[in-house]
């Protein structure tokens, strides 16, 4: 019920988030945050569910890589990813989050073994 009630209360901010970015209300708030502390943190908050589904789920930060970002924005975005690559993923499964230094800039990526559309 908790993990349940947890994915209806994203749902609900996701829904509002789109709604302030519709009327051109969404203030970023930029910090300089640890690029692979954020991904073992999302995916950390992960773990019970994808255990529980029988899904391996890892982060691959790189380690030392920061930028100035909106924080609680994008671990909102990368949590979505995970969120529909766990509902995807069959049991013994992977979902891989990666986070990849580019110099000027980074890549984050979620990937998984899940079936995917057309």
Known sequence: MREETERL?????????LSRVSAGGLPLRRESIDIARLVDETVGSFASRAEG??????????DGLSALVDGMRLRQAVGNLI??????????????????DHGDRFELTVTDTGRGFP
């Open 9 to 17: 209360a994203r749902l609900a901010e996701d829904l509002l988030v």
């Open 53 to 62: 589904l029988g899904v391996e789920l890892a982060g691959e930060g790189t």
């Open 83 to 100: 969120d529909n690559a766990l509902r995807s993923t069959g049991t013994g499964g992977r979902v891989t989050v990666a986070a990849t």
